[in-house]
């Protein structure tokens, strides 16, 4: 252990280890960081989408019977 401070090949050589670790560190962090915002926008868009589901629930809930028919009628008729 002595050769790593003791010789000026041993210092690169240190000098090297400690940069490449210190690149493996911050390699490992960004990746975890992308892998945790990817999640984290998955996530905003599932909870977008069950937002959009319960508004549309609630918009028909509120409607009568008729209304309602009409809705279908147009929604069947417009989606052919």
């Known amino acids: ?3 790593l401070i003791g010789s000026r ?3 690169y050589a240190l000098m090297m280890a400690v940069g490449a ?9 960004l990746n975890d960081r992308a892998k945790r915002l990817a ?8 909870l ?4 959009a589901r ?3 629930s609630d918009e028909v809930r509120d409607m009568d019977r008729t209304e309602r028919d ?4 147009r929604w069947m008729r417009d989606n052919d």
Do not use: H
Not at 21 to 29: F, K
Not at 39 to 46: C, I, S, V, Y
């Open 1 to 3: 252990m002595t050769w």
């Open 21 to 29: 670790s210190a690149l493996l560190l911050t390699i490992v962090y």
């Open 9 to 11: 090949l041993g210092r």
């Open 54 to 56: 319960k508004e549309k």
């Open 39 to 46: 999640a984290m926008k998955a996530l905003q868009a599932a």
């Open 70 to 73: 009409d809705a279908l009628a």
């Open 48 to 51: 977008r989408a069950a937002q």
